[in-house]
């Protein structure tokens, strides 16, 4: 660049053209020497070896890069309206009587019949075509959709712990009739235990689990606690050393009526319930003493009735307090007024009319339920027929009918089984509640071998149970006090339409296989007290005994044709 | 006198070319350290430099004008010359110029134009 900035250096002359091509004179002129610069070593002390020396060389043709673009072109997409179109420019289409007009025109031109008809044969395989096959419909919509698997299941939502550091076993649950309140009464009925502290029971409203809506305050421990299923705000409790005792919610924790010593239970009055009266005032306790009493609440003074549960053989024999049987469990049913049944301590069942005037109308049916206490009595809401206890290690459903044992049971458990009930709203529920904790569901209808549902409420064992009447709650009472608010998955809580037919057929054919058992059972003893006494019998009673045999039998052979019946009608 | 002064005019002054010359390096070499970059660009400027006070001179006169710039490193230089021309009319002047760093040689040959 700088050399073509040179400015420019011109010297001009003159000279005579005679002067041209004058012959030179050059002579030598020797060498001599320029420039005479001697090697000095002691300048490369200064410098050093570059070593190594990067120097890049790329022998290679040089290219420029250059790039070029086409122009785009812009899409859109969009719908057309299509509007009757073709109009000419000059004819205003908003104008009926000109496009009439161009119409007409239209019409009467001869390509115009061609061209409709050649359309016309399109459109007809078009339209067939829709016709045959409707391509928007939904498929397999008209078929029901399969019910969905059954998972049952059950859980904790609330837990209620015995305010204070005190953690005295539940002995009972009760719901308000209306289901908001809970009323739980504790007791430790260990009498060893030197703490005779007041034991105080407590009204909880469900809503609230940190402390409970009321605490009742009896002057023994309470050993059973029920509201009054027709006032609300009404308990009565029995306590420890067999007084009964009323209490008005309204009115605080202190009792409103308790009956005077002398006239209660001898031992701790272990169950109370109402009974259906007019007044709704009055219920009945029962107690390991043997006796049941009837009680007015406006009059606590004395019982009104009272009766004996000593089973006698003859109407002869009285009743006497030494040979009566301790109750551990009471059952009432209000549809039932008159009839009431006592689960004992030995394991017996024992139906009670309070109308009876001799000892054996008074408690006409027995059944040898379990091998300890009966803990557990109660009657289907339902199938008030059927009832169920609990004791030793199993639950039993019992029909009315069948006395010498029981329709249907579980299997003996591993654990003590401390109580149970049915559900209210699905009928064929059983709650059970066992020693380790569990909460166990057995459905009579899905599973009878196994409870379809276990659930382990806490570690201690559990003591009470009672169902909410809405059915998905359960209220569980512990050892330690503590009462656990489980829910059922709605499949538990809710009953088909053909729960109750189902098993009205499962609880008729269960029963008919026990009389039928019993009969045979009958029939057997029969035979061995002949062989034994050697002496015959009453042919009557054999031939009564045959008859049972063979109606039972008679029905057998229709129910296998019947069913042999239906499978050959099938195929055809 | 005329004669001499126009032979004065016409011939080859050797002082007066050196001034010339020394004067210039010294303006663009000056105390400058040898710089393999920058050396083409001083070259260029002293040349032009020189070239255009030579023609000043306005004497009928070819320059011929070499520079040599050498790094002082240790290593020697030896230049040599040797002419076949018109002893009388013709020309030549060397000028050595060094500073710490570098050497700068620069010979001009001055040819005379045949009057």
Not at chain 1, 89 to 106: H, S
Not at chain 1, 238 to 261: F, H, Y
Not at chain 1, 377 to 403: H, I, Y
Request: net charge neutral.
């Amino acid at each position: 660049m700088e050399k073509t900035d040179k400015s420019e250096i011109t010297y001009e002359y003159t000279k005579r053209r005679k002067c041209f091509g004058r012959q030179t004179l050059f002579t030598d002129h020797g060498p001599e020497l320029n420039v005479n610069i001697p090697p000095n070593s002691a300048m490369y002390k200064n410098y050093i070896l570059r070593n190594p020396v990067n120097v890049s060389i790329q022998n290679t043709g040089t290219m420029s890069e250059h790039w070029v673009n086409s122009v785009r072109a812009e899409y859109t997409s969009s719908g057309v309206n299509h509007v009757e179109g073709g109009w000419p420019k000059d004819i205003n289409t908003n104008d009926p009587e000109a496009a009439q007009r161009y119409r007409r025109k239209i019409e009467k031109d001869d390509a115009y019949i061609h061209a409709v008809m050649h359309l016309g044969h399109s459109m007809e395989h078009n339209i067939l075509q829709n016709n045959a096959v409707d391509m928007y419909q939904i498929y397999y919509s008209e078929l029901s959709s399969i019910p969905p698997v059954e998972r049952s299941s059950c859980h904790t939502v609330n837990v209620y712990r015995e305010p204070g550091s005190a953690r005295r076993p539940i002995r009972s649950l009760s719901w308000q009739a209306d289901g908001a309140r809970l009323a739980s009464a504790h007791a430790d009925v260990n009498f060893m235990r030197c703490a005779r502290s007041l034991q105080f029971s407590y009204i909880w409203d469900i809503e609230n689990a940190n402390a409970p809506e009321l605490v009742i305050t009896p002057p023994q421990p309470l050993l059973d606690l029920q509201y009054n299923p027709r006032d609300q705000h009404i308990l009565v409790g029995g306590l420890m050393n067999g007084q009964v005792g009323c209490w008005d919610m309204r009115k605080g924790s202190e009792t409103i009526a308790l009956c005077p010593p002398h006239v209660a239970h001898r031992d701790l009055a272990r169950n109370v319930l109402f009974i259906n009266s007019k007044t709704c005032a009055e219920f009945f306790s029962a107690s390991p003493d043997g006796v049941v009493k009837w009680w007015d609440i406006r009059n606590m003074n004395e019982p009104t009735d009272s009766m004996i549960i000593d089973a006698v053989r003859t109407n002869n024999d009285t009743q006497c307090v030494e040979n009566a049987l301790g109750i551990s469990a009471l059952e009432y049913e209000p549809t039932i007024p008159t009839r009431f049944m006592v689960g004992t301590e030995t394991g017996l069942v024992i139906g009670g009319n309070r109308k009876g005037k001799t000892p054996l109308e008074k408690l006409p049916s027995k059944y040898e339920a379990h091998l300890g206490p009966v803990y557990a009595l109660q009657r289907n809401p339902t199938f008030l027929k059927n009832f169920l206890t609990v004791g030793d290690w199993t639950a039993r459903v019992w029909s009315e009918d069948c006395r010498e044992s029981s329709i249907l049971w579980t299997y003996p458990h591993r654990t003590k089984l401390t109580d149970g009930a049915w559900n209210p709203i699905r009928f064929s529920l059983l709650l059970v509640t066992q020693w380790d904790g569990c909460l166990s569901c057995w459905d009579l209808l899905r599973r009878r071998s196994a409870p379809i549902v276990t659930a382990q409420l806490c570690d201690e064992p559990l003591l009470r149970l009672r169902p909410h009447e809405g059915g998905l709650l359960v209220a569980c009472g512990s050892s330690k006090g503590t009462i656990y608010l489980a829910e059922l998955s709605q499949n538990l809580g809710t009953a088909d339409k053909n729960d109750k037919q189902l098993l009205t057929h499962i609880l008729e054919r269960e029963n008919k296989r026990e009389r039928i058992l019993e009969a045979r059972m009958r029939e057997l003893r029969l035979k061995m007290r002949q062989e034994r006494d050697g002496a015959a019998h009453a042919p009557d009673d054999a031939a009564r005994r045959d008859a049972d045999l063979r109606d039972a039998a008679a029905d057998y052979c229709l129910a296998v044709a019947e069913l042999q019946a239906r499978q050959h009608a099938l195929p055809a | 006198m005329a004669q001499d002064e126009d032979e004065e005019d016409l011939s080859f002054n050797v002082e007066e070319v050196q001034n010339i010359v020394r004067d210039n390096i010294e303006f663009c070499l000056g105390g400058n350290t040898y710089s393999h970059s920058r050396v083409p660009q001083w070259i260029t400027v002293i040349t032009e430099k020189t070239l255009t006070r030579l023609n000043k001179l306005n004497k009928p006169f070819k320059y011929i004008m070499r520079i040599t710039v050498t790094q002082k490193n240790g290593s020697g230089l030896h230049t040599a010359a040797a002419y076949f021309w018109d002893i009388a009319t013709d020309g030549t002047c060397t000028v050595r110029w060094e500073n710490k760093y570098m050497y700068c040689i620069i010979n001009i040959w001055a040819l005379s134009l045949q009057m």
